[in-house]
């Protein structure tokens, strides 16, 4: 079967675990912020005195970036996590303009036609339904309006993904292919998904990219203490005996140093990102 190809019933998709806005930002955040701007450069809008939404906000720094580049436009930034949403409030600096409330990509709790601009960034490959997300993006989104995503090609693109996810396999702890084909199961994370899924919603003049940044660390502890206490390695590590924690720290350890002393270490991250009109 090709990567572009699904086996037809998707397997349950990753769930994104509870981590605190602080680890968040440690783990994702920091790349997350560079992200934004390059996914904001590809929508490429002008939103004027409009409204846009970011669904799935997290610490809200896609949120930020909208409103730094629209000084008249207003944000609404939803999560399902209220840690993260509390987070994002706390470190809100457009307060009058920009505003967080709990919010499922699944089910958003907004009327129809309510956005010019419903944007989601590294959130639908944890949803358990794309398909009815995009829906949901485009149903909020005012006729004319843009609707856009980007999702990490965890499959092709992202090293330390694979970094993690290859070698817990290869070192055969239980339950590690199913998380990994979880992982790598989620919507919009296989080539092409995310333009279906949006074509599939209804959204008009569909395009695609690519963009590609890196993530730099210090040495492998400022990978690896982020990673263990972030939102997706405990759900495999929790309930096994403390020797498979320390393998598994071991093994990563070698893969990130690959034979080179502890120090900093760069990684390609590629995302894929959709934009269309509703
Ligand atoms: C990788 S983080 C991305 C956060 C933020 N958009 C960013 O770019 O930094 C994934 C986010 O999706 C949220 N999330 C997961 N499932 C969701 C759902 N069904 N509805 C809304 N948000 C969801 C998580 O709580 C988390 O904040």
């Known amino acids: 079967m090709s990567d572009t190809q699904s086996s037809g019933a998707q397997p349950p998709t990753a769930v994104f675990g509870p981590v605190t806005g602080d680890v968040y930002e440690r783990q994702m955040g920091r790349w997350s912020r560079d992200l934004a701007e390059q996914i904001l450069d590809f929508v490429d809008i002008d939103l ?38 509390a987070h994002a409030a706390a470190v809100n600096p457009y307060p009058d303009r920009v505003g967080f409330e709990p919010g499922n990509a699944c089910a958003l709790p907004f009327p129809d036609n309510s956005f010019d601009l419903v944007i989601a960034s590294l959130v639908l490959m944890f949803v358990p339904d ?49 998380w990994r084909a979880r992982l790598m199961g989620g919507p919009g994370v296989r080539p092409g998904e995310l333009a279906a899924l949006w074509r599939g919603a209804g959204l008009r003049d569909v395009r695609e990219g690519q963009i590609t940044i890196r993530m730099d660390f210090a040495n492998f502890l400022d990978y690896w203490e982020p990673t263990i206490n972030g939102p997706v390695l405990p759900a495999l590590l929790s309930g096994l005996a403390p020797e498979w924690h320390e393998r598994v720290r071991g093994a990563v350890e070698s893969a990130f140093l690959a034979g080179d002393a502890d120090g900093p270490r760069s990684f390609a991250s590629t995302a894929w990102v959709v934009a269309g009109s509703r």
């Open 48 to 85: 004027g005195g409009g409204a846009a939404l970011d669904v799935g906000c997290g610490t809200g720094r896609l949120s930020f970036a909208v409103a730094q580049r629209n000084p008249a436009a207003s944000v609404t930034g939803c999560d399902i996590s209220e840690a993260l949403l």
């Open 130 to 178: 794309g398909t009815l997300a995009a829906r949901e993006m485009a149903r909020v989104a005012n006729p004319g309006g843009t609707v856009a995503a980007a999702t990490w090609d965890f499959r092709g693109g992202t090293m330390t993904v694979r970094m993690l996810t290859d070698t817990v396999v290869a070192l055969g702890v239980p339950g590690a292919e199913a």
